[in-house]
């Protein structure tokens, strides 16, 4: 997968959470445990490692468990359990490490490739915690949209450079800015927000996540596609947070 073809599968994936938001905090989490499965199965080779099976795990169960978190929690702030599911990931990653028999090479850096999926995927519930704050699925759909105009940008056959970068960060900021003015219980200020964040968001990743051989398996270049959807769902918790 190009990095186009995985800018439209974070389109993808933050559209899904916007629909299903839509529909529901249950839909929504139905939503978000497939792409924390498609995360965890494809991200040990985004993280250039070798072994698959402990870090599929170690980021599946944080991903799963941190969903289970955000949902469960009755009172504020909502992620507070989120931390511990971490905690307990880092853990998992270093008896993962002990049960290999393959005279655990390149350890250090499975442990970091472990514990990065790890937080990513617990991420997630980022999402769920939003819609459970003050403007609940009406932030998060204007986040998403956000998120998809910026992802459909960086999809564009635009250099990289200063001028991609403004391009996302500015028409991701405008679709914030006009759903936040649109969709009831939210403002302009905390679309805009949101927006710009988004922006900023697949501007940096559009760097970071370039074109790389390993991309061209379906399920490594979905991993990477759906990374920044689940790191911004922390971004969009933090600042309804922070703004509210």
């Not at 529909?23 to 929504?28: A, D, I, T």
């Not at 931390?83 to 853990?91: D, E, F, H, N, R």
């Not at 997630?124 to 759909?141: K, Q």
Request: proline letters at 4%.
């Amino acid at each position: 997968m190009t990095l186009s073809t995985r800018a439209v599968g974070t389109a993808i994936a933050a559209g899904l959470i916007a629909a299903t938001a839509y529909l529901g905090l249950v839909p929504m989490i139905l939503a978000s445990l497939v792409l924390v499965t498609v995360l965890a199965g494809g991200w040990a080779r985004v993280a250039g490692q070798p072994k698959r099976g402990g870090t599929a795990i170690v980021v599946g169960m944080a991903g799963y468990l941190a969903l289970a978190a955000a949902g469960l929690t009755q009172t504020a702030p909502v992620l507070r359990f989120v931390t511990v599911v971490i905690a307990m990931s880092v853990a998992l990653a270093f008896v993962a490490e002990m049960l290999r028999q393959d005279g655990r090479l390149g350890l250090v850096s499975s442990v970091a490739a472990s514990v990065t999926g790890a937080v990513i995927a617990a991420g997630l519930s980022g999402w769920v915690a939003a819609a459970r704050s003050g403007p609940g699925i009406a932030l998060v759909i204007t986040a998403a949209l956000a998120l998809v105009l910026a992802a459909g940008v960086v999809a564009l056959p635009i250099q990289p450079g200063w001028l991609a970068a403004v391009l996302t960060i500015w028409l991701a900021a405008g679709v914030g800015l006009l759903a936040g003015h649109l969709l009831p219980e939210t403002n302009w200020d905390l679309g805009l927000i949101v927006g710009t964040a988004a922006g900023i968001t697949m501007a940096t990743l559009r760097v970071l996540l370039t074109n790389d051989h390993r991309y061209r398996q379906p399920l490594v270049g979905l991993a990477a596609a759906i990374a920044p959807a689940a790191i911004f769902g922390i971004l969009v918790y933090a600042i309804s947070w922070i703004v509210l």
